[in-house]
């Protein structure tokens, strides 16, 4: 699936819904192909305002991988294991309460995975596929702290370069 089906996936419960709210789908019948169509083809005009929306970021490789070995990227082999790209929130729990000055300087950060309304920042991973030697997924990048929509677009770019679903975690 690409990035202008998944978005247009996203638009088509609106476009059905806005179409004689939403009495055609259900009940479509022989010769209804043009009004099936004309929700297709909404539904894709949304996902395509969607992707140019989006066309206004810029990213670095630093921005881009920043959790990646060597900040330059997975190579195509390593993208291969990858079944879809996701996006969670996180936070530092050495950050939190409890911890002393001197604690954080020496443990570093503890990241975990939490709910959005407990995220300091979204960091994007690459699922592994359930057949490879991997297991579970690996974080690509950490989005900037507080900024969600940035982690989304940094996540639907690499999953438009490497022709990736993005899905929440």
């Given at each position: 699936m690409?990035?202008?089906?998944?978005?247009?996936?996203?638009?088509?419960?609106?476009?059905?819904?806005?179409?004689?709210?939403?009495?055609h789908?259900?009940?479509?019948r022989?010769?209804?192909?043009?009004?099936?169509d004309?929700?297709?083809?909404?539904a894709?005009?949304?996902?395509?305002?969607?992707?140019?929306?989006?066309?206004?970021f810029v990213?670095?490789?630093?921005?881009?991988f920043?959790?990646?070995?060597g900040?330059?990227?997975?190579?195509?082999?390593?993208?291969?294991?990858?079944?879809?790209?996701e996006?969670?929130?996180?936070?530092?729990?050495?950050?939190?309460?409890?911890?002393?000055?001197?604690?954080?300087?020496?443990?570093?950060?503890?990241?975990?995975?939490?709910?959005?309304?407990?995220?300091?920042f979204?960091?994007?991973?690459?699922?592994?596929?359930?057949?490879?030697?991997?297991a579970g997924?690996?974080?690509?990048?950490?989005?900037?702290a507080?900024?969600?929509?940035r982690?989304?677009?940094?996540?639907e770019h690499?999953g438009?370069?490497?022709?990736?679903?993005?899905?929440?975690?």
């Open positions: 690409s990035l202008l089906d998944w978005h247009a996936g996203q638009a088509l419960p609106a476009v059905i819904i806005a179409t004689s709210a939403g009495q789908m259900p009940t479509m022989a010769g209804d192909d043009h009004i099936r004309a929700i297709a083809r909404d894709y005009a949304m996902g395509r305002a969607m992707l140019a929306a989006r066309k206004g990213f670095t490789d630093a921005e881009l920043n959790c990646w070995s900040g330059k990227g997975p190579t195509r082999e390593e993208v291969a294991r990858f079944d879809w790209l996006v969670g929130g996180c936070r530092d729990v050495h950050s939190e309460e409890g911890w002393t000055e001197e604690e954080r300087a020496r443990f570093g950060t503890c990241v975990e995975g939490c709910d959005d309304a407990d995220a300091q979204w960091s994007v991973y690459g699922h592994y596929r359930p057949t490879d030697t991997h997924c690996e974080c690509i990048t950490d989005g900037p507080g900024d969600k929509a982690a989304w677009a940094i996540a690499l438009q370069l490497w022709g990736l679903p993005v899905k929440a975690r």
